[in-house]
């Protein structure tokens, strides 16, 4: 009788302590799994996951290419705006061209990188800066109304006095999204920024607040000229130069790609 | 065991679960165009110009001009139209379809570029009794009035997607910082002198004892009693239930035996004849708009419920709304017209339009009009956007319909 009440109670204990293992099993499992749902459906409003800012220019653009779509090939427009009286050039053809003022409109292809050449600058004369263009993204605009809605790329007069004095200037253009837009008047001449640390990625705190679209770089490195030619060393992606009516036309736009077989 | 087994599997696989190139980031389902026609496309047709283009791009014996009409689509600038790239293209061989977007998504297609304003999202509106609005989300644009039968009804207008995309930018400077600081070797020197209590707090007892004052009276405790003799009930007996419902056990007739003496016969037959009034073919005659309505049952008894049937309609009440343009820079103005008509076969009133302006839309003041008398209110209600509300004071016969607009500015 005594054996038998030993028995069950060991029973008991036993069923006790499993129940209560499987108790913490299932907890623990549960609290994993709302962890993972929880990272990935913050990884899934990212539109760059894999990618930061500190990636070589013209890679995030590439990857966006994998993705698929009708990204390749198409020449985004893209609307430089600089501060009233400096002048900025393109980069094709292997040389810039002659830098001019207002503002300058282009389409360039997602996932190449373009520079620029910036004069004329305020309180700087003789002083000439070089940034980078990276369009990472594209605008679906209606049809026949492309280029009136080109993504606007500023460099404001701190992008300027900051790389001038040896910063390194990193810029992500992104499309704020309408739900969290913020009940502001915006301005041609003025685009909203938001300056992060030096330990934030510009990247992922734009891409929480929209959608990135271009990424802006400007340094203090000067462009490499071959001696013989005179050319930059550097190969100039295709360029898609738009012009207002009655400007003229620049001498050669020659839209040249590496590789491509002769018609 | 079995469901750790499970769960525990379940937490595995999530964990070798790779996102893969189509988890873009979800578009909410209420972004559905509904009403709203697409713009037309228009064909823009530009001369290709032939150059070669050769692999080492130093040539420059061809001076190949582009010619780019102002503002135009290239012909080899490629946004989703039909067919296959013009020759020359790099896509060469590539067939996108018309107005390309991912599947499963919902035009207009991406959301983020648009600015929604209509519909009703999200929530639910509901009107409560005190004709608060409840549940009006953003850009949510409603209208509820009030029918012959003392319902109130909510209606939703059709989404307007205006194409006006907005950017901001996020700035990093990165360089080596110069910070000056100059690190001064400190040194205090401070004597601290012992104080010394030139005083002694001597310990002092105080002992007060609390005396009453004085003895005012003394307070005994009373027994209250009191007799309250018996009152004479007469002999009423009530009844202890309420015997104006009648449970469902009970019937409608209570059955008891009464004693008619003959003098009680004139005040009976004068009790009947009420109740001979409230017969079948001395009632109420029930007319609604004109109808009769019909005697669908009635029970012969006291106590006994008529059932009417009622002529039955329609109060329907049709809302459109319509943006001017549909698509806009920040600084445009864009109109909005919504028009509302009784497309239903009774009448209505109270009709109250109410819109809650998108965030991304800065109202005109005294831009609002209307063809129909009624009163216009502004609420400011968050700091984000205003709702505005328009309570048309006339009724709106069969057929009748009528229009407000007002005018925003595109942030």
């Not at chain 1, 054996?3 to 036993?14: I, V, W």
Request: aromatic residues 6%.
């Amino acid at each position: 009788m005594r054996n038998s009440l030993l028995a069950m109670n060991r029973l008991a204990t036993k069923r006790f302590v499993t129940h209560r293992l499987l108790v913490t099993m299932v907890a623990i499992a549960l609290t994993t799994v709302s962890h993972q749902v929880q990272a990935q459906q913050q990884q899934r409003n990212l539109h760059y996951r894999n990618s930061t800012i500190n990636m070589a220019p013209g890679m995030i653009g590439q990857s966006q290419l994998y993705r698929g779509g009708p990204l390749p090939g198409y020449f985004q427009p893209v609307e430089i705006i600089t501060p009233v009286g400096t002048k900025v050039g393109f980069a094709y053809n292997q040389q810039f061209e002659t830098p001019l003022m207002d503002d300058r409109k282009a389409g360039m292809l997602i996932g190449h990188t373009y520079r620029l050449k910036v004069t004329n600058i305020f309180k700087h004369s003789g002083e000439e800066l070089y940034p980078t263009i990276e369009v990472i993204d594209r605008l679906y605009p209606p049809r026949g109304k492309e280029f009136q809605y080109p993504i606007p790329i500023h460099i404001d007069q701190r992008d300027i006095e900051s790389a001038l004095a040896g910063l390194f200037v990193t810029r992500v253009i992104y499309l704020e999204a309408p739900a969290t837009a913020l009940q502001v008047q915006d301005r041609r001449d003025y685009q909203r920024v938001t300056d992060v640390g030096a330990q934030e990625d510009p990247l992922r705190t734009a891409d929480r607040f929209g959608r990135p679209v271009a990424i802006l770089r400007i340094g203090s490195r000067l462009p490499v000229h071959d001696p013989s030619t005179g050319k930059l060393k550097v190969q100039t992606p295709p360029l898609l130069l738009l012009q207002k009516p009655g400007a003229v036309t620049p001498s050669e736009i020659n839209q040249t790609q590496p590789g491509r077989p002769a018609r | 065991m079995r469901i750790v087994v499970i769960v525990c599997l379940c937490s595995v696989g999530c964990q070798f679960h790779n996102p893969t190139a189509n988890d873009i980031a979800p578009i909410p389902p209420q972004y559905g165009i509904e009403g709203q026609q697409a713009p037309q496309p228009s064909i823009q047709q530009v001369q290709p110009i032939s150059h070669q283009v050769s692999a080492n791009a130093q040539s420059t014996t061809q001076p190949a001009v582009r010619r780019v009409p102002a503002y135009d689509l290239p012909y080899d600038a490629y946004t989703g139209q039909p067919g296959a790239p013009a020759p020359g293209n790099p896509l060469m061989g590539i067939n996108y379809p018309a107005q390309w977007m991912p599947v499963g998504e919902v035009r207009p297609w991406p959301a983020d570029e648009y600015i929604q304003n209509g519909g009703d999202k999200d929530q639910q509106v509901n009107i409560r009794k005190n004709w608060d609005v409840h549940n009006l989300d953003e850009a949510d644009t409603v209208v509820h009035y009030h029918t012959v039968d003392g319902d109130v009804r909510v209606n939703a207008t059709n989404s307007t997607p205006v194409y006006a995309p907005r950017f901001a930018a996020v700035r990093r400077l990165d360089g080596t910082h110069h910070v000056k600081r100059t690190e001064l070797v400190g040194q205090a020197t401070l004597d601290l002198e012992r104080r010394q209590f030139t005083g002694q707090a001597l310990e002092e007892q105080v002992q007060q004892n609390q005396m009453p004052g004085r003895n005012i009276g003394q307070q005994t405790t009373q027994l209250f009693a009191e007799e309250i003799p018996p009152t004479q009930f007469k002999g009423e007996t009530g009844v202890i239930e309420d015997s104006n419902n009648f449970k469902a056990t009970e019937g409608l007739q209570v059955q008891h035996d009464v004693k008619v003496d003959s003098a009680d016969k004139a005040r009976l037959s004068k009790n009947a004849l009420p109740a001979e009034d409230w017969t079948e073919n001395a009632a109420v005659q029930v007319v609604i708009d004109g109808f009769i309505a019909k005697d669908v049952g009635t029970m012969k008894a006291s106590g006994a419920t008529t059932g009417y049937q009622m002529p039955e309609g329609r109060d329907r009440l049709e809302i459109t709304k319509k943006a001017s343009t549909s698509d806009a820079k920040p600084g445009d103005i864009i109109e909005f017209t919504i028009a509302y008509k009784n497309v239903g076969d009774q009448l209505i009133g109270n009709v109250t339009i109410v819109d809650h302006i998108h965030r991304r839309l800065q109202f005109i003041d005294d831009s609002e009009t209307s063809d129909r008398e009624g009163n216009f209110f502004m609420l400011d209600e968050t700091t984000d956007s205003v709702v505005l509300r328009w309570e048309i004071t006339e009724h709106l016969d069969i057929g009748e319909s009528g229009v407000v607009t007002f005018k925003c500015r595109v942030r």
